[in-house]
């Protein structure tokens, strides 16, 4: 998989691609307007965080290239790669449980917090892409 030199993209099937982990050094872009809404992206090794309106959407640690990131009400899907094992986060609706499946396996149900945070740690090789779905329950 490759990343996402641009920072931050429009995809033609109405998703949204973001993210290079192989930056040296922290990059962003800011007010990149996407289906009415406005997005922020930071990223580099350490780091990926999307932003949009201001709202917290994705943070992974270390960094990730995260292609066709697409959120309803009800599902959350995208496909990540990075170079080592990671932990992402998003933010989802609050106390409610949700399936992960990774690779098309369910991996399990997980529970937001109270702010609807969720967090999901996946093993990678480098270049190794993994495909993410989250639905809610």
Known sequence: MAVVKELLRAESDGT?????????????LD???FQGDLFKVKT??????LEKNGMFV???VPGTAVENFKASDDEVTFRVSAEKDVQF????????EY???MNGANVGDMKTNMSGKLSVSAEFEPEQCVEVKIVKK
């Not at 949204?16 to 962003?28: A, E, P, Q, V």
């Not at 580099?44 to 965080?49: G, L, N, R």
């Open 44 to 49: 580099f090794a350490e780091i990926t965080k």
């Open 89 to 96: 986060t998003l933010e989802l609706e609050a106390d409610t």
């Open 99 to 101: 399936t992960v499946y």
């Open 58 to 60: 994705y943070e992974s």
């Open 31 to 33: 007010g990149f307007e």
């Open 16 to 28: 949204l691609s973001f993210g290079d982990y192989t930056l040296d050094s922290k990059t962003k």
